[in-house]
């Protein structure tokens, strides 16, 4: 059973440029989670989903930031109109249903020019 | 200001030695206590799980204690290896963890541990 895969592992963009994210869970996982770690700091959570439905995402930024978990594919971590206080890692986590403890993958290294 | 608060923010120990990690925290009620392994490059790992009602949890030469009087959980290190390097991050849930409350975990900005020859 291969670990949540997450991809591209670095991304660069330049400020203005959209970002996505891919994130595929563990076979059998419906629940995903998206985090956000900045340099120095303490990872953040972001987002909570289930398939097709956002179930908390109270830590995401309003605006240019968006995330979805089709019935089909992976979750996609959407960041619009980047700016350099996007790069970052983030982090994908997924769980089965009803269980608490997460399965991270290596993250994504975004780095805004 | 952070919920979690670790320390030290770094060390450096000799291959062989122990190490305590500790992890202050401000989050009241809580539910339960994580130690997260994280190697450079990579995704945590779960190391150990607390209940608030629980004092101490092993896994292999890593073990975690919880005084949840005084808000405090160390993280123990036997016997160092050289693979024992990696960031140690504390992470404190808030009761019954529902659907709408993933926001309210906390996160400590975890202790940088560097295991030398």
């Known amino acids: 059973n291969a670990g949540v895969m997450q991809n591209p592992r670095h991304l660069v963009r330049r400020r203005g440029q959209e970002a996505r994210l891919r994130c595929s869970p563990m076979?059998?996982?419906?629940?995903v989670y998206w985090y956000r770690q900045l340099p120095e700091e303490g990872l953040k959570f972001m987002v909570y989903l289930q398939k097709e439905n956002i179930i908390d995402e109270s830590g995401m930024p309003k605006e240019r930031f968006s995330a979805e978990f089709p019935k089909e594919g992976p979750s996609i971590l959407r960041i619009q109109q980047v700016v350099r206080g996007d790069s970052a890692a983030y982090f994908c986590a997924s769980s089965p249903p009803g269980a608490e403890t997460q399965y991270f993958g290596p993250g994504t290294r975004l780095l805004v020019l | 200001k952070n919920q979690v608060e670790q320390s030290p923010q770094s060390l450096i120990i000799l291959e062989g030695k122990n190490c305590t990690l500790q992890?202050?925290?401000?989050?009241?009620?809580?539910?339960?206590l994580r130690w997260y392994k994280q190697d450079t490059g990579r995704g945590p790992v779960s190391l150990t799980i607390m209940t608030f009602s629980e004092n101490t949890k092993s896994n292999g030469r890593y073990t975690a204690t919880l005084d949840a009087d005084t808000k405090q959980s160390s993280l123990h290190i036997t016997a160092s290896q050289l693979s024992d390097s990696a960031s140690y991050i504390c992470?404190?849930?808030?009761?019954?963890?529902?659907?709408?409350?993933?926001?309210?975990?906390?996160f400590g900005a975890g202790t940088q541990v560097v295991v030398t020859p």
């Open positions: 992470v404190v849930s808030p009761p019954s963890l529902t659907t709408d409350s993933w926001g309210k975990l906390q």
């Open positions: 076979k059998g996982h419906s629940h």
């Open positions: 992890c202050n925290y401000t989050v009241s009620p809580f539910s339960n």
